[in-house]
């Protein structure tokens, strides 16, 4: 069974930085993407961020140039790393690996939720 375990949320003043972590446990085939999204009160889950197996990454418009995905496949693990954070930034953000089994099915995983508050 494959879980996810988030780190690395909590509460920041605007201008600051956070950075998110997610690793997996248990036996993976093969990680074909690994993404980050939020979720604010009220409003719908969003992608923030996400990476491929080959290092290509994509962004929300409203988080480019302020935060930086990667992974560490020997650890399948993911970070996010966020600067420059602002209010709007607030929400509970789920990371999410889109994987292959053993079988060559597709395995989507989430994980637990890390809120993260920006406040002064």
């Known amino acids: 069974q494959v879980q996810l375990v988030e780190s690395g949320g909590g509460l920041v003043q605007p201008g600051g930085s956070l950075r998110l972590s997610c690793a997996a446990s248990?036996?993976?085939?093969?990680?074909?993407?690994m993404g980050w999204y939020r979720q604010a009160p009220g409003k719908e889950r969003e992608l923030v961020a996400a990476?491929?197996?080959?290092?290509?990454?994509r962004y929300a418009d409203s988080v480019k140039g302020r935060f930086t995905i990667s992974r560490d496949n020997a650890k399948n693990t993911v970070y996010l790393q966020m600067n420059s954070l602002k209010f709007e930034d607030t929400a509970v953000y789920y990371c999410?690996?889109?994987?292959?089994?053993?079988?060559?099915?597709?395995?989507?995983?989430w994980g637990q939720g890390t809120q993260v508050t920006v406040s002064s």
């Open positions: 990476i491929t197996s080959g290092g290509s990454t």
């Open positions: 999410n690996f889109d994987t292959t089994d053993w079988s060559w099915a597709r395995r989507d995983y």
């Open positions: 248990g036996s993976i085939f093969s990680i074909n993407a």
